[in-house]
């Protein structure tokens, strides 16, 4: 199994998420937002895919799904999301042999300002994890950004590295970002990019289809 590097990041993990993500959206690229929370990565990147493209978002909690909708309501780009009430362990439900995912995102842990009871779960988020890997487009890229200090957190962030340390290292490449303050309950963020190509074919016509 290949080790996953470690590097620090001057920026806040939340910015390097979506800064080095932005170089694989354009507009009519079709992501996924696995963990909605609050909706601002929902957000991000409805805006990069723009009026032709397409973002799907997951997340368990009806409060979490109500309040991202109407933060995309008044930016204008609810038309672009489809927002679903269910765990992203079911992503692959949703997403047809033919799709391919340019950008995808996770936000580990508990909906902020919500109930800290409700957290994501190794298991269902290493699902997500290997059918988002399955539909990644060639150069497509996706984060993960794991949470480490409430319970549960440092054993997911774990999981998720064992995981990625699995992956063909010729097919994709890994990476893991700490802040320059980092200590054993600071946030971790991982970075994915598909090298191979991928054999999913174009998904310029998936729009319709969603």
Known sequence: MAEVPLERSSERLTVAASQWLDAALFHGAFAVDATVGNGYDTLFLAHRVGEQGRVLGFDVQKVALNGAA?????????NRVTLI????????????AEH????????????????????????????????????L??????????YRGHAGGTEECTAVREFLRSVRAE??????????LDTDTTPRLFLVE?????????NSTQRDRI
């Not at 109407?70 to 609810?78: D, I, K, Q």
């Not at 009430?85 to 047809?96: G, P, T």
């Not at 487009?137 to 794991?146: D, M, Y």
């Not at 097919?171 to 320059?180: C, D, P, T």
């Open 70 to 78: 109407e933060l995309l309501r008044f930016a204008g780009v609810l």
């Open 85 to 96: 009430l269910e765990s992203h362990s079911n992503i692959s439900r949703y997403l047809s």
């Open 100 to 135: 391919i995912v340019h950008g995808a995102m996770f936000n580990l842990g508990y909906l902020p300002r919500g109930n800290r009871q409700i957290i994501t779960q190794p298991e269902t988020t290493l699902a997500a994890l290997q059918a988002l890997l399955e539909h």
């Open 171 to 180: 097919e994709f490449s890994v990476r893991e970002l700490a802040g320059m």
């Open 194 to 202: 598909r090298i191979y190509p991928s054999k999913a074919p174009d």
């Open 137 to 146: 487009a060639p150069q497509g890229r996706l984060t993960l950004l794991a």
